[in-house]
């Protein structure tokens, strides 16, 4: 009879023209006593099938707005789930089956308001990959890095491990078998994430006797170009030249002419669409072309000939890019100097090079300083006019692994040059103004488009800014300039980074598209990526659109097939992200492994049901404290974004962006988690 109820009462949610009903409604459309009804959405409620708004009930399916993501479980069970439009936290009651790394749909809770929206995981769209990573603890046993797996048998295929050996399990017809041992953690993520560890050997063999027939190309080649790169990379696919002119400059942006090499449906480029992207695991990378032509033939080097794809613009002394004057064609240059971003920042300030990455050709240096110097200038002004247009610049820090033999001995927050700056400048002006033509000759092609954001999540932001600010922002239209100036005003405060970070969690993610909706972030109404070719598939047919745009050719896509080319390639760059993030967080954490007991200034960069999340500064790594363990009772606010901690007849606060000191109480390398307390709070 039970049973029975819960079943009509989870129908009748499930189905009923309101999605919300109160006890009454449910209990007079069952036909059962207020006390029955009270008694069973408590057990639905328990079970997670069922959740409370305020006076009403709801199925969990019609209880908020259903998204999907790759779900990350934490040591403790609870997990995140990064989505299209920001982050979701899922207590541990709420990750039903799911496992680490799994696809999943959720549903978000309207009723919390926090900087941290909570969900429920409702089903698992497609399980991980079928590789996972575990210790081996002896009798046929490994305890799994997914706490979720706990301990699970194996079956051993010869010689059994050592007690204590690192091993990677595959899954076959619902059974564990030991695939192989002593895996170093870039293994690990190649196989959970199914990266590609080699080419195709019909794939190399095809590029062996590669030879494009040549095009008329425009000869650069004594002009002083140059590159600048980070001191670790291998392929160079941008490479600039900067000159006055009587109204201001004239902006020469070459990219390695990787259409040229590499033909539509010829082997090489279906691997490259296979794969999308390149994807970087700090100090090595799995190319999305072979190395042969990423990082020799098409890769800009410096003092060889090379060929290019050059966009050249003229810009205005206030900064009007003009477009009109916007000229594509082949080229053929010479790089006279490759640079590292350091060693550029060296030579604007009239020091001479030191890093030994850094090639510059001897009799060149006054004519590479002065192309630099130019570019230092034009970007300073583009810069000042982005920010008047109201571009948003996330100005957030990112990891730098200090790395001895594949262990990292230091994590720390990268610098973020100027002459960082300026080459990001340049390459969006080239990127805009490709968009432009192509938007203007009506030539299908994959945009780069970031959708408005969702206004109740804006909203949700401007409230805690307006909190933490002690004054009102007022009641704007929701523009980029708006969001811009929001963080602007944070400048140069403690809570700098982290309200970058929340804004950027609360708006939607950039993808590619053949319809162009423009990119709220940057500002811009046509934006498509065209400037790393070597490691970005969309650039690829960017080039090739182009080329066929100024020749009159035809189109080599139709619309049709960029709908679906878009959505492949918003793919394998989010699993190329995730698979990053994933390296990072087993890095970050294993630095950590030996800082338990010590003690760290952090941020307090989440509040949930469950914990408080901090973030060490320092290392960049995010740890969290349970509820449970702060002094007194801990009672979560999730309007306020605050944690009011009850004892002894005070009333404390920790609060979203507060400073504080906590203590490393442990660190699960593979659970990807940090658990911390709190130091004299």
Known sequence: MKLEIKKRMKNLLKTSKKPRLTVAEIARALNISKKRTKITLYQLTQEGEVIRLGKHYAHITRAGKIVRGRIQIKRAGFGFVRTEEGEIFVPAWATDEALDGDLVEVVVFPHRRGPLPEGKVIRVLKHAAQFAGGTYVGRGKVVMDDPKLGVVRVKVRGKRPKRGERVILKREDGEWVLYERNPDDYRLVELKYSLPSSFPKGVLKSFDGLRPEGVDRVDLREEFTITVDPKTAKDYDDAIYVERYEKGWILKVHIADVSFWVGKDSPLDREALKRGTSVYLIDKVIPMLPPKLSDDLASLLPGKPKYTFTVEVKITGDGRVLTRTARFYRSIIKSWARLTYEDAKRLLKGRRPEDEETVVHPEALEGIGRTLREASALAEVLRDKREERGSIDFDLPEAEFLMEDGKVVMVSPKERLWTHKIIEELMIVANSVVATYMQKVGQPVLYR?????????????????????????????????????????????????????????????????????????????????????????????????????????????????????????????????????????????????????????????????????????????????????????????????????????????????????????????????????????
């Open 449 to 681: 488009v970031h959708p408005e954001p969702d206004g109740k999540k804006i909203k949700r932001f401007l409230r805690l800014a307006e909190r933490i600010l002690g004054k009102r922002l007022g009641r704007r239209r929701i523009t980029p300039k708006f969001l811009s100036d929001v963080l602007r005003e944070f400048r140069g405060r403690p809570e700098e980074t982290l309200m970058n970070y929340l804004l950027l969690r609360s708006m939607a993610r950039a993808e590619y598209s053949p319809v162009n909706i423009g990119h709220f972030g940057l500002a811009l109404k046509n934006y498509l990526h065209f400037t790393s070719p070597i490691r970005r598939y969309p650039d690829l047919i960017a080039h090739r659109q182009l080329w066929q745009a100024i020749t009159f050719g035809d189109s080599l896509y139709t619309e049709e097939e960029l709908v679906e080319l878009g959505k492949h390639l918003s793919e394998r760059e989010r699993l190329a992200e995730d698979a990053e993030w994933e390296l990072w967080r087993l890095k970050i954490y294993e630095f950590m492994q030996d800082k338990i007991g010590e003690v760290y200034e952090g941020i307090i960069t989440g509040i949930s049901s469950e914990s408080v999340f901090v973030q060490i500064t320092e290392h960049l790594a995010e740890g969290y404290i349970p509820l449970s363990t702060l002094p007194g009772r801990a009672v979560p606010l999730p309007e306020e974004h605050t944690v009011l901690l009850l004892r002894g007849g005070k009333h404390e606060r920790l609060t979203l962006g507060d400073r504080v000191k906590v203590k490393v109480l442990d660190v699960n390398k593979y659970a990807s988690d940090m658990l911390l307390s709190l130091v004299n709070p």
